[in-house]
Structures are given as C-alpha cells and as structure tokens.
C-alpha cells in the first residue's frame, strides 16, 4: 500500500490529516451525544492515555526493536512524582509532573545501561524482573507511602491543580494534549534523523555501528524520552484516579498494556498504539461494564477469547488488517478498471 | 515495518475509535417499566485474588434486597414484614466488579451514577477501593455504605454521605491486646512479646501500623514484625522469622489462602505461638474450619458473625437460609453479613426520612439509633466521619470447628484453650 | 547452624519443584522459541485436576499426578493446534499475545466454575507428614514432591539428548527448514514439545495440592518464577533450567529468613539481574 511520497521534513499532507484527526477529537466533547455520557467520555480518555502511553512504549519497543516489561516502573514513578507533590508536599502536581519525568528518565538509563547488554528474551526478562523489584521495593518504602498509598485530599478543581470533579471534559482535553504531545514527538522522530538511527538499530546493530551509528547512545536516548513520556502519562493516571499505591501503576499487569497495546495494534508504527488502544480499551472497558456484575469474570473470559481471536487471526497487528482492507480495495479497482 | 500512511488507513483508525467509543454504548440507564424502583449499586471484588469475599458479599446484599422487597412475616428483622419501602418501592441492584483494584473501583463507581443512574453504592470490601470510590459518592453527594473495609482512615476523612458499618482494625486492634491482657490477670499467661504477620498491602499494613500502636501503648513488646507478598508460593522464611523470634502472642492479618498457608507451615515446622490473634478476614471464612481440619483449632480471631452466635442473634438463622442459597451453602462470615446490615439499614433510613433526597436520607443516618438483628450487639449508629459507634466484634477461638466467644467475658460461652495445643498433641 | 541448614533444606525442596515447572517451559522456549505466558495457569488447571479426583473419587495427588500430566499434555497441544501454530514465523511477541490471551481466559474459566474459593484435600497419604533428621524436620509431601521433579527432569533430559525423537526435537530447534528436508516432521514435533512442557508442569501442579491449597490465581506466581529460572539457566538448556531453579528456591529462602521475608522475591529477581549481567547468555547459555 504505497502513500504519497513526500518530504518528511516539511508539513505534509499525512500531517494534515493528523491535524484534522485531533481537531475531530478536541471538538468530540462539544457533541451532547459525547459529554452527556460520562462512560463514554471515561472511555474516550482511557483510549487517548493507552494510545499515549503505547506510543510512548513504542519508540524504544517498537521503532527501536528493544522489547521492554518495565515500563510501568517509568509510568509509576511519574505517578508518584504528581501524587506526592499534591499528598506529601500539598503542592500542585505540577512540579511533581516536571520531576517525575526527570527521574524516570534517569532511572531508565541507570537501569537500561546494563540491560541493554542482553539481547531478546534476556532483556525482556530483565525488565520483567526490575518491575517486580521496584514494585516490592515501593510497597516497604515509607516515604512514598509504601503498601497504603497516596490518596488525594478533595482540593479546588481547575488547571491549577490538574483536577476535575463535576465533570471529565477537563480530564478528557488534558489526556488529548498528552496524545498531541506524544504523538507530534513520535511524528518528529520518524523524520528527523533519530529516528533513522533507530531503526537502524532495530534491524541490526552490527550493520548499524558499522555505518557510524552510536548504538549503545541510539537506545540509551530513545529509551530516556520514552520513559519520560511514561511517566507523562503516569502522572496523569494519578491525578485522574486521585489515588496511587504500587499495584495500581508499577506492576506486570500495567507493563503488560503498554506491549499488548501496542503489539495489538502494530509495533513500530505510528497509527499502531492508536489503533490498538481504540480496540482494546473499549472492548476491556465495555465487557466489564456488560458482563462484570454477574460475577464470576465472564467479561476476562470474553476479553481473553477474543485477545487469542485477534492475534491469531491478525498476527500483524491490526494495522495489518487495514493494510490488507486497502489491498483489496486497491484490487478491487483494478478490476474494475480492466 | 515502516507503514505509509494513506487517507484510508486514517480513516479506518478514527473509525475503529468511534466505533469503540460509541457503537457499544452500555445501556444509558435502561429505564425499568415499573416506576417505583429505587436503584442501588453494588461495588465488589467479583473477580481476582479477593474475589470469594466479594462475591460473597454481593450474596449478602441480594439477600437483604430479597427481604425488604417481599413480604418475609417469618423473619424477625425490620421491613421483613412488607413489600417494598415507601409504600411500595422495590430495590433494584445493579451489580459491578472492581477487580480488587482502586481504578476499576473509581471508574465502575463512576459508571454505576452517571450511566445506571444509581440512587446509592454499597461497597466495596478492599480498603483501597472503597477510599477512592467513596471519593466519587462524596463529590456527587450520594450515599455510599460501605459493609467491610476495616481500615480505620476511612472514617477518619469528615465524610458526610459515608458510612460504614465493619469494626474498623483500630478498634479491634486494642481489642486483641486487651484481650492478652485479659489473659496475663486472669490466666497468668505471662504474654510479653508479639509478633505480626500480615499480608503487604493496605489492609494488612494498616492492621499493623495499629497493632503496634495498641502493642506499645499496653507495654507489650514487638519482637517479629513480618510482611509477607499476598499469593506467595509458600510463607517457609516468613514461618520461621516467627519461630526464631519465637513471640509469646502472634497478630495476624492474612486473607484465605494464605492463612491456610501459614497454619500448615507452622504445622509443619512444629511450631505455635501461645496465643495467635486474626483480624477478621481470613480467620473468620466459614470455609476455614472445614477445608483445614483440627489443624485450624486453637486459633483465634475476631468475629462479627458466625452461625455459632445464634443465641446472641437469633434473627440471623431463617435470613442465612436465603443467603445459603445464593452460595451454595456457606454461612454468613463477619464480613458480609455487615454488607447485608448496609443494605438493610439504608433501608430503613429511607424508610423514615420519607424521601428519596440523598441529603435528607444521610441525616437521618446520622440522627438515629437503628435496630439492627444482624448485628452484634442489635444496634447501628454512625458516627461523625460515618463509623458505626455500635460496631462489636467478639474475641473467638476455633474449637473443634466452631467458633467459641472467649472475651469479652460477658459475651463469652467457653474456657479459653491455652496455650495453643502443640501440633503434636492433637 | 540448624535454622540454616533447615533453611537451606526448605529452599532446596522448593527450588526443584521450580525447577520441573521451569524445565516444560524451557523446552517449549527452546525448541520454538515461544513464550508460553500461560504457564502458571497450565499449572493451576493441574492442580485442579488434581484436586478433583482426590475430592470426588478419592484419587490421592500422588497418583493423579500422572493424570494431571496426561491432561496438560493434552491441552498442551490442543493450545498449538489452536493458537501457536499460527504464530510461529511472525514476530517474536504475537505468541505471547496469544498466551496472554489463554492465561487470561483460563484463570477466569476456572474462576467461573470452580469459584474462587480456595481449596485444600485433605487425608492425602501424605498430607501433613513430617520427619526430623536430628533438629532439622523434612515435610514429606514437599520432599515427594521434590524428588518427582528429579525424576521427571532427568527422564526429560535423557528423552532430548539420547532418544531419536530428542535428536529430531534438537534438530528442528536448530532449523526447522533443513529438519524438514531429512524427513522430520516438525509439526509434529512442536506439538509433542508443547504437550511434553505442559505434561512437566502438569506433573508439577499434579502433587502440589497435597500441600497447597488450590485457587485460580496460584499460577501466577510460579509463572513468574520460572520465567526467571528459564533465562538465568540460558535458553534451552535443560539442565541450566533444573539448576537455576534449585538457586531461585534457596536464594529466596535464604534472603527471606536472613534479610526480611518481604525481600524474598526481590532476591530472587535480583539474583537473576546480577547473573545476566555477567553472563549476558544465562549460566549454561552459550
């Protein structure tokens, strides 16, 4: 499936289209059949933060082919940097927001340095076993509130203070910036340099490093940002759900979401994290809204059928499936033509 | 992988999202045909590791409803009597699943108001649930009764529309060291030492936190403090911290499983304090006493409720018939005969302040004396901050399967085994 | 000294039982090259099947053991037949996807029916039964349990190193295109190896019941675990897996009595990050 062929450095029309994406969703709320819905505004902010946080976990996983299971440490710690600035410190989250971002970056790279040195499977594990060390560690750590959590107090609602009570329009634009955000720096690194440096990486650091690229920089650096952008979206989790303890932001389950969000929808693509994000999160949120008071997790076994169902039908992810959609609507006309 | 984007592919992804977003728009609060329905959601764990008590406690609150909605002249508890409240509104539940976890909490809480259109939530077992989904009643000043979450900070908030009826773990905190007490003047038990063994989250964190307050302010010393990861694999170091450190009284606080788990290796590793205390949970699951044997007696714990305490409560038998039935066969345990109380004396406070106002209905929570029968003790009464001031949980001790009053003395029905027999001598 | 040895003792017991969970999935990791996500439920389905025929027709886990295997076996390769056959070749996550998926579906299905209560046999011929060796008390269920796990490792390495069907298992590890061309057919291959590393778990979970209690969210745990020892040992090598699980068992009761039984895990992960770092490829990797 062959788009236009443009320079990437300048606006190009696939960047026109990504405006008039965001501008259908910025006006979205304006719609009653929207805003009067809370549910579906709670599920609309869901999909953009998943998206994000997919898209985060996409430059290092997916653009730079390095698999990693510990991003919810990066998300949690953003999580707390928002939710200690507001609990411990009576602050705004703001500077928490700053910090947090700060710190999960530097933890990335102290953590990523020596991992980086494995390949495959043994990084994906050692990332799989950080998460479970920082989880337990902050479950015993006092100061950030160890197993009982930071709950947030009932403070004034605004910008100010990053929280809304009567209404979740705020939350719902707040979470579309972070997508804008995320997204506008993702597009930037698909064209700039970078971001050619990481693919390079990806598909073979040998042939990399003998074309001049810094491999060990090239990864250390994609997976700095991506772990700010991490903790971007952790802070926002925190200041949505006004409340943070470690199973909630910085466990195996959350790590989980940002791959099989962006798997599901296809790593290493921009659209990828999007698409997945709008197929999973509904189908999670909706099934539980259905099926999850009868008991009994009819709703996970439904969402566990269909997550098999998905993958096996559509390895690719589902950009996959628009890109064999297209196909055969591309032959389609051809047939016509002849 | 590098994927051009074309027209197409952007419009099939802003379709997946709406589609997502809209096509599967849950029910808008289906509006039932019958007009004089009160709705109540129900906030449980139905799913994860907690999920037996929760789906027990949705039981609980089923069986409430059953009884004020039909006519039960059996049954000697309030509004049993008549169909319905307020002259002939009927209950409806609507049930959700929190997953044990505090988002899902606070989204399904959400949902439940806004989109099932819910008058008031009963929930929602696991502390750290209930404090986030409160959050959302408060805000919107809606009731919120919650039956179970013992951790004492929830009703230490000024909360107006919260309410909570369970014993909260500082109550039963000086509870247990009054017991040791008890036990050193009347027994000469000699108790000095304590250790703790809790699970690593906020219930079993908090528990702790006030069992050493009550601990050190009874000049009792802590000599093992032990947190362990709920769902372990096994408790083989945790055991036997405890059996190096060798307490005279352990203090614990572990859920299902996992208190199976550390009896048997206690067993195992021929050891037993002299007197080891529970906080509800765990101790108190009727199925307990049945899936462990002789191997759970001599234990102790405090218990709001169990079968055995039909002389106190006699009402409670014919309802935990209706109960049974929706669990197949398990009794009533402390915890979710207080989520049953929760319904039923919302109830009757609806009831009495005669209008479905949110407002009205939490005054007259506030201002009165309610006659609970599921209750130990009879009565309910809340409290500034929502906390049932009438709360009671008796000491017991598992002998041969049944749960014995041991303390307080005027509530008890049997001698206290002590020491905890050895395990080799049962 | 005996508190140590006796720590030691329970760390060890522990550590083989890892060792067989472990070794199934090493096997299926090594020769396909897939992460089976769903391993900690396989295990808990086993434990299920276990407790059943104690409870309804009085089956003692020490026997339905091998029923426990033979079913895992059985679902084992129905999850190749239905799943992993069409993920193989596409990129390394989707499999794990897929496992997700199972993992999910299966907790919950056993949740649905079982309920999830937890559930313990009791009166099993071994349940509860402990001898002393001087100060130091050896739990029989958990030995049993631990010399099981011997058992079926060694057999399970003697299956790949020193039978035809292991020579043939080997070679389409090594190439699946060239093992086709000799003759070996390697679906079948991959369905036995799925089935074989669910019948080690399957044994596993099999005897387990007569000392743990059975609920649906046991697996998880142990899936973890042997995730850990599979990479510390180095990608399909058996007896790395056996080894590593036995470390992962002692260091976790080690650091749980001498440093604080919270850190257990901690350990355990920790172990596994310091032997990466200075053996990027696991112990036996290569």
Redesign the interface.
């Known amino acids: 499936m062959v788009g236009k062929s443009v320079d990437l450095k300048t606006f190009s029309a696939k960047d026109g289209l990504w405006v008039a994406f965001v501008v259908i969703l910025a006006i979205l709320p304006l719609i009653p059949a929207f805003s009067s819905n809370s549910f579906r505004l709670h599920v609309m902010i869901l999909i953009l933060l998943y998206a994000s946080m997919a898209q985060a976990w996409n430059i290092i996983g997916g653009y730079c082919g390095q698999v990693s299971f510990g991003h919810s440490v990066f998300f949690g710690i953003g999580a707390y940097g928002a939710g200690m600035a507001v609990v411990t410190y009576g602050a705004t989250p703001w500077p928490g927001i700053i910090v947090g971002m700060i710190m999960a970056a530097i933890v990335a790279v102290i953590i990523s340095y020596p991992c980086f040195k494995l390949s495959g499977h043994y990084f994906a594990i050692a990332t799989f076993a950080i998460v479970e060390i920082f989880n337990r560690g902050f479950l015993v750590w006092d100061w950030v509130g160890g197993a009982l959590g930071l709950d947030y107090p009932i403070i004034k609602e605004g910008l100010v203070n990053l929280m809304w009570h009567q209404s979740k329009t705020g939350y719902y634009y707040s979470a579309l910036v972070i997508f804008v955000i995320i997204f506008g720096t993702v597009r930037w690194l698909e064209g700039h340099r970078f971001g050619y440096y990481m693919r390079a990486v990806r598909e073979g650091q040998e042939t990399a490093e003998s074309l001049g690229v810094n491999s060990a920089a090239v990864k250390l650096t994609a997976m700095a940002l991506s772990a700010a952008m991490a903790a971007l979206c952790g802070a926002f989790f925190a200041q949505y759900n006004l409340r943070v303890d470690p199973p909630m932001v910085m466990s195996l389950d959350t790590s989980m979401k940002f791959v099989l969000i962006t798997i599901l929808g296809g790593a290493g693509t921009m659209l990828g994290p999007l698409l997945g994000a709008s197929v999973l999160i509904p189908l999670q949120e909706y099934t539980r809204a259905f099926w999850g008071g009868l008991g009994g997790g009819v709703d996970l076994i439904i969402f566990g059928v269909l997550i098999i169902l998905m993958v096996v039908k559509q390895p690719d992810g589902m950009i996959g499936l628009i890109r064999d959609v297209g196909k055969w609507a591309s032959n389609k006309r051809a047939e016509e033509r002849n | 992988m590098s994927f051009r984007m074309s027209k197409g592919a952007f419009w099939a992804t802003l379709a997946v999202f709406l589609v997502g977003v809209f096509c599967f728009g849950p029910g808008m609060g289906q509006t039932l045909a019958q007009e004089k329905v009160i709705k109540i959601g129900t906030l449980f764990p139905l799913t994860g590791p907690v999920a037996t008590a929760g789906q027990r406690c949705q039981a609980a609150v089923q069986t409430a409803v059953e009884i004020i909605n039909n006519k039960h002249p059996e049954l000697k508890v309030p509004l049993a009597d008549q169909e319905g409240i307020l002259d002939g509104y009927k209950i409806v539940l609507v049930h959700a699943d929190s997953q044990g976890k505090p988002d899902v909490g606070k989204a399904e809480a959400e949902r439940l108001f806004n989109q099932e259109g819910v008058w008031a939530l009963i929930g929602s077992y696991n502390s750290s649930v209930s404090k986030p989904a409160s959050l959302v009643a408060e805000r919107m000043k809606r009731i919120f009764m919650c039956g179970a979450s013992s951790s004492a900070a929830l009703t230490q908030r000024d909360m107006n529309f919260f309410f909570r009826l369970a014993p909260t773990d500082e109550t039963e905190s000086v509870e247990f060291v009054e017991t040791l007490k008890w036990l050193n003047q009347k027994k000469k038990a000699n108790i000095e030492t304590i250790g703790l063994i809790y699970e690593n989250s906020e219930f079993g964190k908090h528990a702790a936190g006030e069992a050493k307050k009550a601990a050190s302010a009874a000049g009792l010393k802590v000599v093992a403090d032990v947190p362990f990861s709920p769902g372990a694999t096994n408790l083989n170091s945790e055991v036997q911290t405890l059996k190096n450190a060798n307490p005279d009284a352990v203090l614990g606080a572990l859920l299902g499983a996992d208190y199976s788990l550390w009896i048997r290796t206690m067993k195992q590793m021929a050891w037993a304090p002299k007197i080891a205390i529970s906080y509800c949970s765990g101790y108190q699951d009727p199925v307990i006493a049945k899936q462990l044997g002789p191997d759970a007696d001599f234990f102790m714990g405090s218990t709001a409720y169990s079968p055995q305490f039909n002389v106190l409560m006699p009402a409670v038998g014919d309802v935990e018939k209706i109960f049974k039935t929706k669990t197949g066969g398990v009794p009533f345990d402390g915890d979710s005969i207080q989520e049953a109380v929760a319904m039923l004396v919302l109830a009757q406070a609806i009831q009495k302040a005669g209008v479905l106002d949110a407002e009205k209905v939490a005054e007259t929570l506030h201002a009165n004396t309610w006659d609970s029968p599921l209750s130990l003790g009879g009565k309910v009464a809340f409290a500034k901050g929502g906390q049932n001031s009438k709360a009671h949980s008796v000491v017991t001790q598992l002998q041969g399967g049944e749960y014995k009053r041991i303390f307080p003395e005027e509530m008890a029905d049997t001698e206290i085994v002590f020491p905890i027999k050895p395990w080799n001598q049962r | 000294m005996e508190?140590f040895l006796?720590?030691l003792i329970?760390?060890i017991l522990?550590g083989m039982v890892y060792a067989l969970v472990a070794a199934g999935l090493c096997l299926i990791?090594g020769v396909m090259d897939v992460?089976n996500f769903a391993h900690g439920e396989y295990l808990m389905v086993a434990m299920y099947v276990s407790y059943w025929l104690g409870f309804l027709v009085n089956v003692d886990p020490l026997v339905s053991t091998i029923a426990a295997g033979v079913f895992i076996f059985g679902l084992g390769a129905l999850t190749y037949k239905?799943?992993i056959r069409?993920?193989i070749g596409?990129?390394?996550?989707?499999a794990?996807?897929?496992t997700?998926?199972?993992?999910?579906?299966?907790?919950?299905?056993c949740?649905?029916q079982f309920?999830?209560?937890?559930?313990?046999l009791?009166d099993t011929w071994l349940g509860?039964k402990?001898f002393h060796i001087g100060g130091i008390?050896l739990?029989v269920p958990q030995l049993m349990a631990a010399v099981l796990a011997l058992v079926v490792v060694v057999l399970l390495y003697l299956l790949i190193n020193n039978t035809r069907f292991g020579w043939a298992v080997q070679a389409t590890a090594m190439d699946r295109d060239a093992a086709e061309l000799v003759g070996i057919n390697t679906e079948r291959i991959y369905i036995l190896v799925f089935g074989i590393g669910g019948a080690c778990v399957g044994i596993a979970g099999g005897i387990m019941p007569s000392?743990?209690?059975v609920?649906?969210?046991?697996g998880?745990?142990?899936g973890?675990?042997a995730?850990?020892c599979v990479?510390m040992g180095g990608?399909g090598s058996i007896p790395g897996a056996f080894l590593s699980g036995i470390l992962v068992g002692v260091v976790?009761?080690l650091?749980?009595?001498y440093i604080a039984?919270?850190?257990?895990?901690?350990a355990v992960?920790?172990l596994?990050?310091a032997v990466?770092?200075l053996r990027?490829?696991?112990i036996f990797g290569w």
């Open positions: 508190t006796q720590v329970d760390g522990s990791w992460i239905l799943i069409f993920t596409k990129p390394g996550l989707v794990l996807l897929a997700f998926g199972l993992a999910v579906f299966l907790k919950n299905l949740m649905n309920s999830p209560n937890f559930r313990i009791s509860g402990t008390i739990a000392y743990l209690a609920h649906p969210e046991v998880s745990m142990f973890l675990i995730f850990v990479a990608f976790e009761a650091a749980g009595f039984p919270v850190f257990k895990y901690v992960f920790g596994y990050l990466v770092f990027p490829k696991g």
